[in-house]
């Protein structure tokens, strides 16, 4: 089944709102903005299907326009179910000049035997951030299935200006390496990661928060770099979904969003 999502945002008195969407079965997005005087929106992408089947298809498309903000969650975990060939995902978000977006879906959970590619493609104009987040579990870890997934890949490009400045390609084929070998998982059975990029946040002290935040947290290891541009790279292993889901939730609350679209304007 090939399914389609389409949403565009647009901003009116400094307040971002839906302009317009566009989707097909199973798809449905909800706004669950609470605050409407807040500037940014709040949508949940939601969905009749149990999980991703064999042969489907997603193909998602996310527009900002000049100033934007928004936050996007997903309604559950994203269930990736017993598959004879594969299933596909590609995900295109554009951010126009000072638009903020925010997005940490729910963990993935390959069933027995799927084989999933997942495709996002981040464009953004100048003086826009990102939070984008990932997780991967070992599969249906309470019924017995440890790794018993055929293959998972989830790329992800991000490019300023039309310059590619991130490319994370996250590849695991069970059947074909050890995940439990040193330089892989090492005995880890989840793990996360999330990319921050702003104009003019201060990196370094927000490293040293993120730092002291993930450093309470019991049986995870993680690591942090510096983009290549203004931003801040983290990577989590751990044993449990939501604990590191939590993670990337509480990481993005300490981290600047909104990039002063209205000072900006005011002073042209």
Known sequence: MTATLHIQTALRKEVTFLKNTFFTTPFKVANITE??????????????????????????????????????????????????????????????PYASFCFLPHPSVPH??????ATNKIYLAGNCSMVFGEILTCGRKLNGEVFLFSKYQNITEVFICDRLVIKENLLIEPLAIDVNAIGQLEGFTH?????????????????ELVTELLANEPNVVFGLTEAPVNGLIVRMLGHKAEQLHNCLKNIATILPQQTHFKAIANAV
């Open 112 to 117: 027995a035997s799927s084989v999933f590619k």
């Open 191 to 207: 793990q996360a990661s999330l990319i921050y990029l702003h104009p003019t946040a201060k990196i370094k002290p927000l490293s």
């Open 35 to 96: 605050d409407k005087k807040s500037p940014t929106l709040h949508l949940m992408l939601m969905s009749s299907s149990p999980g991703i089947l064999d042969g489907d298809n997603y193909q998602l498309k996310i527009e900002l326009e000049e100033g934007c903000s928004l936050q996007l969650y997903t309604q559950s975990y994203q269930r990736l179910f017993n598959m004879k060939q594969s299933a596909t995902q590609l995900m295109e978000v554009q951010l126009a």
